[in-house]
Structure formats: structure tokens, C-alpha cells
């Protein structure tokens, strides 16, 4: 496969991040205005409307797994070998996607704290300006709302940028220290490993369990794992090797996802083990994608959540400003709630598009320029290779 890889071939990710930050957003407009009418609640049940409006934490999880599978293919796609990966190509191309968009979000959080916004500012009893500012570009906002809780609105989303951006400041260094990918795949099962222990036995604050940096970096470690095991994988597994694997992921993904009443009874939530099978559910499902893609995911069916898919990074960082003016206007119109499934529709619809805005005016310009052209060589080839054994 080429450096630029046709939409097909990334399809099934796109409809999944698309499917994941609806999760995220219906989560947060449920927390203001929780769904009704109660008929139409009652009729949903209770497990129906669980994995509507109460997915936003798996959700995250998820995009952790997606995370690692990405960054780590399109480590591949450029330098051909995990172990010639440049550290300081790495870190700027991952600052020209990420930077930009959250500098702006912080900028206008300062602005709207300073104003004395109702719906936007901190509460300077428990924390400054300055010191969630630091938190958010020192990648340790996820330990001050641990400290704190929850900070409001697009501040709170931040906690999962913290995680994330962590892992890769290590990614590259640990990529050349370990001198090959098989010592490197070893390596990232250390985290997987921590991840339940960090989520149940580390520490009793509940904040912190599940916003700890070993409590996701597990989940970006099953995504590097399943991209290594689709691309060097010597020969294409067979048709039955491959729908096992697909299967499982699926079981996985949908017991988690669907059964959580089962899986707490089961005491899988005890030790935090119900997201440790998510993320490998969702990992086997992304190597099984490559090796065989879903050809279904590219069709017009599945355009709308594409789209929320490409645009995922804006609408998370960005949906707050739609959800939280707009639970206020239902409350001051004093609407009925029948008209409760149009509005979250309508929530919905306008975080998409604001992230399109963000994504289309600001994020996707400001990448290019610091990109810039020959940044780093691509490898001219995905073929499965065999490990390096150096």
C-alpha cells in the first residue's frame, strides 16, 4: 500500500471514531438534559439507553486503541521500521495536528474565564487560570482534576489529551532505544499489564482510576500492538484465521458494550479487566479490518459518520460550546419533553458541524503549514515483513 492510502482502505476508522464522538457527545447532553420523553426512555430500556448515553468513557477508551493503531501505521508508512523512526519529525508532525487546535480552544476558554462566562469559567477556589493552563499544555490535567474534580465544560475533555500525548512523548524514543520491533512489542505489554492495576488497586481516588496515565496507555498500547500484527504478519492469514479473529473482537466489543450488568456481576469491573477485553476486542478488529477491509464502511450509508469520523479531534475538543448553550435554551424555552429527541439530534448535527468548521478553517490550514512538504521520507511499501530479529 502507498504512503496515501485510499479512503476504503481507512473507511471502517473513520465510521468508527464518527460512531465514538457521538458517544462522547450524547453523554454530555444526557448529563444536562436527560433523554425523554419517559415513554420513549421506557421503551428504549434500560440497556438500550446505557449504551446511548452512557458510552462516553468507553468511548474515550476506544479512541485511545484507534489512537495507537494509526500513529503506529503511519509510523510504519513513513520510515518503513519502527526502529528508524525520527524523534524529532515525530514530535513535529504530531504538534502540527494536535497544537493548534487545542492553543485556540485554550485561548478562548482564557478569554471566557476572564469575561466571567457563567457556563465557561473555573472556579478560582479551586484552581486558577494559570495553573489549568499549565496543566493542559504540561499534559498533567488529567492529575489536576484528580486533585480538583471536574473541571467544567471543554476543560474536562482535556484529561484524555493528557494520556494520550504523554505516551507519545515516550513513543519514538522508546521505538529507537529498543532497536527493533519485537523488543518494542515486548516493551508495550508493560502497560497493558499496569492498566487494570492502575484502574483498581493503585489509588482509591475514583477521578484517578479511570484518568490515570496507565489507566489509558494500555489501550494505545493494544493499538500499536494490532498495527504490528496487521503489517508484519509474513503472509495475509487465512479466510477462517481471519474471521476468528474478527470474531472475537466483535464478542469482546459487544459483551463490554452491551452486557455491563453481566460483566459487573462476572467482577471483571472490579480490577478494571472490562476495558482491558474492550481495547483487545477493539485491536483485533482493527487488524482484521486490514488484512480483509469492510467494504460496506465506504458506502453512502455510512457518509454521515465518516465524516464525524475525519473531524473527531474538533468535535471533542469543541462540542461542549454546542451542548451546554443549547441545554440552556431548552430550559429557558421551557419545552416539552417530546421535543427532547429533536434536540439531541440537534446537538448532535451542530457539534459535526462545528468541528467541520474548526477542522475545515483552522486545524487542517494550520497543519499544512507546519508540515510542510519532505518532512520525512515514506517507506515506498507496506508489505508484511518479517520482524527484525537485531
Not at 8 to 24: E, K, N, S, T, W
Not at 79 to 94: C, H, M, N, T
Not at 261 to 269: A, I, P, S
Request: proline content about 6%.
Amino acid at each position: 500500500m502507498s504512503s496515501s492510502a485510499p479512503l476504503p482502505r481507512l473507511a471502517h476508522v473513520d465510521l468508527l471514531r464518527g460512531l465514538l464522538a457521538i458517544f462522547v457527545v450524547l453523554l454530555h447532553a444526557n448529563l444536562r438534559i436527560p433523554f425523554g420523553p419517559p415513554e420513549l426512555a421506557q421503551w428504549l430500556g434500560p440497556r438500550a439507553s446505557g449504551i446511548l448515553f452512557r458510552s462516553g468513557y468507553y468511548a474515550v477508551i476506544v479512541f485511545f486503541v484507534v489512537s495507537g493503531y494509526l500513529i503506529t501505521s503511519a509510523s510504519i508508512r513513513r520510515w518503513g521500521d519502527l526502529s528508524r523512526v525520527r524523534p524529532a519529525s515525530f514530535y513535529r508532525l504530531r504538534a502540527a495536528r494536535i497544537l493548534p487546535p487545542l492553543l485556540l480552544l485554550l485561548a478562548v476558554l482564557a478569554v471566557l474565564h476572564l469575561a466571567g462566562s457563567a457556563w465557561f469559567a473555573l472556579d478560582t477556589s479551586k484552581v486558577s487560570l494559570w495553573r489549568a493552563l499549565l496543566a493542559a499544555l504540561g499534559l498533567h490535567l488529567n492529575w489536576l482534576e484528580a486533585q480538583v474534580g471536574y473541571l467544567p465544560g471543554p476543560w474536562g475533555v482535556l484529561w484524555s489529551l493528557s494520556v494520550e500525548e504523554a505516551f507519545y512523548l515516550g513513543f519514538p524514543l522508546f521505538c529507537v532505544l529498543c532497536g527493533s520491533e519485537r523488543r518494542l512489542a515486548l516493551l508495550l505489554v508493560v502497560p497493558i499489564v499496569l492498566g487494570p492495576l492502575a484502574r483498581s488497586v493503585f489509588s482509591d481516588n475514583e477521578l484517578w482510576q479511570d484518568h490515570s496515565y496507565l489507566s489509558g496507555m494500555d489501550g494505545i498500547a493494544f493499538g500499536c500492538l494490532a498495527a504490528l500484527l496487521a503489517h508484519r504478519v509474513p503472509q495475509t492469514p487465512t479466510v477462517a484465521i481471519r474471521r476468528a479473529v474478527l470474531l472475537t473482537g466483535l464478542v469482546l466489543s459487544v459483551a463490554v458494550f452491551c452486557f455491563r450488568k453481566e460483566v459487573y456481576q462476572l467482577g471483571l469491573t472490579r480490577f478494571g479487566l472490562q476495558v482491558t477485553l474492550l481495547e483487545l476486542g477493539i485491536a483485533l478488529m482493527l487488524a482484521a479490518a486490514h488484512w480483509r477491509p469492510w467494504t460496506w464502511c465506504a458506502g453512502a450509508m455510512a457518509t454521515s459518520l465518516r465524516w464525524f469520523g475525519r473531524n473527531s479531534y474538533e468535535v471533542y475538543l469543541s462540542h461542549m460550546f454546542v451542548v451546554i448553550p443549547a441545554a440552556w435554551l431548552f430550559q429557558w424555552l421551557g419545552a416539552s419533553p417530546s421535543w427532547i429527541p429533536l434536540w439531541f439530534f440537534a446537538v448532535v448535527a451542530a457539534s459535526g458541524l462545528l468541528g467541520q468548521v474548526f477542522a475545515q478553517w483552522f486545524s487542517e490550514p494550520c497543519n499544512r503549514a507546519l508540515r510542510g512538504r519532505g518532512s520525512a521520507p515514506a517507506a515506498s511499501s507496506l508489505r508484511p515483513i518479517r520482524w527484525n530479529r537485531s
